[in-house]
């Protein structure tokens, strides 16, 4: 990831230290959540490269499952 070295100069670009620093802190987050996850979501999330990847890709698995079983509460309550 490179930025502008300085506000006089936006053509000259460097490498940005934060995004090293965030990159490092990333990675150990995604081997702790791959690392975590049953063998039946492994095989869904394999291929995420970043920890954010990861947590979408849980969350769409679970959101579909979430709506059926609200949907599903709904229809229990409107028949009691």
């Given at each position: 990831?490179?930025?502008?070295k300085s506000?006089?100069?936006?053509?000259?670009?460097?490498?940005?230290?934060?995004?090293?620093?965030?990159?490092?802190?990333?990675?150990?987050i995604?081997?702790?959540?791959l690392?975590?996850?049953?063998?039946?979501?492994?095989?869904q999330?394999?291929?995420?490269?970043?920890?954010?990847?990861?947590?979408?890709?849980?969350?769409?698995?679970?959101?579909?499952?979430?709506?059926?079983?609200?949907?599903n509460t709904?229809?229990t309550?409107?028949?009691?």
């Amino acid at each position: 990831m490179k930025i502008a070295k300085s506000t006089d100069k936006p053509d000259e670009l460097i490498s940005n230290p934060e995004y090293e620093i965030w990159y490092a802190k990333d990675q150990q987050i995604l081997n702790y959540l791959l690392s975590s996850v049953s063998k039946e979501v492994m095989v869904q999330i394999s291929t995420c490269t970043t920890s954010t990847e990861v947590w979408k890709a849980i969350q769409d698995m679970t959101a579909s499952q979430s709506r059926g079983r609200i949907i599903n509460t709904c229809m229990t309550l409107a028949n009691a």
